[in-house]
């Protein structure tokens, strides 16, 4: 080792090593003398290379250390095996004194004596705190009730997720290997109108250290859209970023579970028209808007003539089928914007929104004709039969007659009974001069 020249490659690769290299020379009465080093070794004595060169390690080690791993140089001298120890090290770092793995290899002469040993040193602390993390880690994800997340996020911005495995794979249907690189393709998944929203989230409890809890809508290649659940939990990393730790879930069945209830909720079950409370909510929220921008609204309140004598004499069965069948006809009349709602029964109500306060009533008074007219066309049933229902409707308006819900409905009811004391199958404006709430017989 002596005759080994700076110039040789050998030589250069043992100074480039980021392991710290040492060749110890072992002397009679069990001691050891520094043969050669690196710069790497220099690190962790604390000391200048070109000053422990030629050293015995009593000379250059400090004591503590000393205690430690003259056993093992002993140890290896006298048996001429291979040993592998823990010790630490004093090189400086933002974790103080770090922990060392070292390979010890015993190198014997033509006389068979160990006439060397031939060190590797490796820093071990990030390592071995990874590894028990993730043991922990993995431990504690057995009990959660998704897939493990963890988002690393770098100083400049960078995002990757290292625990990325076959579970987020299923979940999201990209590459754990891709994922730990970067995690860009995470968010590309994310549907577009959810992106802004999660990015906000991140970003809002990267300042604030507050727990995150988003659901959103993720692009899976097979499984098409997914909705999935994020919990999660910053924290700051040592030299600047984030990490996020916490667990995705799949709540697509959920998510649709509840949709399914709120239109239950909101919907008639037997047209599948909005029901009365959505009705309600709706009108509220077009008087609010034709306040604010100076619009008319309109209520066509109807109520079906000669329906009864269909349920009497066919059947429930055959009552229900007109019921859909009418509700189709009038809602294929009505633009987007405006609402047909079954309040119970056979009355329907429909809302015209934000109409021109100069127009609404003729608006209105055309829409009823058309209703009228649908309503009255021959609806057939088995055996070739056919029956005609008619329909009666009355109109209130925004704001003439009112300016708010239970005044508009009232009205609009009052003139649906104007319009059957009229002789049936017509529509009527409301009419404040009088009221006609006495129902004529059907």
Request: negative net charge; charged residues 25%.
């Amino acid at each position: 080792m002596k005759e080994v020249k700076g110039g040789d490659i050998c030589w250069q690769a043992l100074q480039q090593a980021k392991d710290a290299c040492f060749l110890l020379e072992v002397l009679p009465g069990q001691q050891f003398r520094v043969e050669a080093c690196n710069q790497a070794f220099a690190q962790h004595l604390g000391q200048p290379l070109e000053g422990l060169q030629g050293c015995l390690v009593e000379e250059c080690f400090p004591s503590g250390l000393l205690a430690e791993v003259a056993p093992r140089y002993q140890l290896a001298a006298e048996t001429g095996e291979v040993q592998e120890y823990d010790t630490w090290t004093l090189a400086p770092s933002s974790l103080g004194r770090e922990e060392v793995n070292t390979l010890l290899t015993p190198i014997v002469d033509d006389q068979g004596r160990v006439s060397h040993l031939l060190g590797i040193a490796r820093l071990v602390t990030h390592r071995r705190q990874e590894e028990s993390y993730r043991e922990r880690w993995y431990k504690l994800s057995r009990h959660l009730p998704g897939v493990p997340f963890e988002l690393h996020q770098d100083a400049n911005g960078d995002n990757r997720i290292p625990l990325a495995g076959p579970k987020m794979t299923a979940l999201l249907g990209l590459g754990a290997r891709q994922l730990k690189q970067d995690a860009q393709a995470f968010f590309d998944g994310v549907h577009a109108d959810d992106q802004k929203a999660l990015r906000k989230g991140f970003m809002g409890t990267q300042e604030t250290l507050d727990d995150l809890k988003v659901v959103f809508r993720f692009r899976h290649p097979v499984k098409g859209v997914r909705w999935i659940e994020l919990h999660s939990s910053p924290e700051p990393r040592p030299g600047g970023g984030r990490v996020w730790y916490g667990y995705l879930m799949d709540v697509t069945e959920r998510h649709e579970n509840q949709a399914n209830l709120h239109y239950l909720a909101t919907h008639d079950t037997l047209t599948g028209l909005p029901n009365r409370g959505l009705f309600l909510e709706t009108l509220e929220t077009a008087l609010r808007q034709a306040g604010q921008e100076d619009k008319a609204l309109a209520l066509l309140f109807m109520d079906l003539d000669k329906f009864k004598p269909i349920n009497d004499e066919l059947g429930h069965k055959a009552g229900d089928r007109v019921l859909k069948d009418l509700a189709t006809r009038i809602t294929l009349l009505l633009p987007a914007q405006d609402m047909l709602a079954r309040l119970g029964g056979d009355e329907f109500i429909v809302l015209m929104t934000a109409r021109d306060r100069q127009k609404v009533k003729s608006q209105a008074l055309d829409l009823a004709d058309q209703i009228i007219a649908a309503v009255s066309q021959p609806l057939s049933f088995r055996d070739g039969e056919e029956r005609q229902v008619g329909v009666s409707i009355g109109i209130s308006l925004y704001p003439e007659h009112g300016e708010d819900a239970d005044s508009l409905i009232i009205c609009s009811d009052d003139a649906m009974y104007a319009a059957k004391h009229a002789g049936r199958g017509r529509a009527r404006v409301f009419d404040p001069r009088g009221s006609h709430k006495t129902k004529p017989s059907r």
